[in-house]
């Protein structure tokens, strides 16, 4: 059976998790905060959650444990069958962790943690944000669902790393990161309330 490492406030492992259930496979689930010890390393070579283990061998990177997860079980699929439409999905997932999550976490330790921050990362960090949401609005099809009319592996990011990205710019920039993207929102609304999604928050909920 499949493990995975990680805990359950992480939203890449929280994603990873998800992926799991809508795809209805067996997982076991190991706390493991995240590490620079060795045996951790093994696992996951940043020390980050998520990572799995699949009878002794291991993989990190929420995006290569999902696209293992598509090829083991490749229904529900998470990326539609026509090529284009798959890499637009592919592209518009990157766009969301790599441009606007992972632009706004640099300021993570300051929003969560009570680190200090400068004014200049500050004022760098919402600038990147912003272009990356123009870059992620420009792609994003909301219909119904980020990349067309099927749920893709692109509505995972968008509910994961929106949500984080979206809170860290409350805190630090006292913006609302989706006031000008109510279909975003609206997308949002509508992935909170689908199964795998809402299972996932119930039971990260208990702890
Ligand atoms: N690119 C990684 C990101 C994973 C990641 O950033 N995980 C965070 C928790 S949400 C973590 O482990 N942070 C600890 C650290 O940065 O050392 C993925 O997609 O899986």
Redesign the pocket.
């Known amino acids: 059976m499949i493990k995975l490492y990680g805990l359950r406030m ?4 929280s994603l990873t998790k998800a992926v799991l259930i809508e795809k209805g496979l067996e997982f076991e689930e190991i706390k493991a905060p ?1 590490s620079q010890k060795d045996d951790y390393l093994e696992r996951s070579p ?5 990572s799995i283990d699949v009878d002794g061998v291991y993989i ?4 290569a444990i999902i696209n293992y997860l598509e090829q083991i079980q490749p229904e529900p699929a998470l990326l539609p069958a026509d090529p284009i439409k798959s890499a637009k999905a592919v592209e518009l997932a990157l766009h969301i ?1 790599l441009d606007v999550e992972l632009a706004a ?1 640099r300021l993570l330790p300051a929003a969560l943690f009570g680190a200090t921050a400068s004014d200049e990362l500050i004022e760098t960090t919402r600038s990147e944000v912003l272009r990356g949401m123009k870059a992620v609005s420009q792609l994003m099809v909301c219909g119904p669902y980020a990349a067309g009319d099927s749920f893709t592996l692109a509505d995972m990011y968008t509910f994961y790393s929106m949500g984080a990205a979206s809170s860290i710019s409350k805190k630090m920039f006292d913006l609302e990161l989706l006031e000008d993207y109510p279909q975003i929102s609206d997308l949002l609304a509508m992935l909170a309330e689908r199964p795998s999604i809402a299972q996932v928050t119930a039971e990260a909920a208990k702890k």
Do not use: F, T
Not at 46 to 50: A, E, H, N, S, V
């Open positions: 992480s939203n890449y492992y995240p940043m020390g980050k959650m998520p990190s990177e929420s995006l962790k976490r």
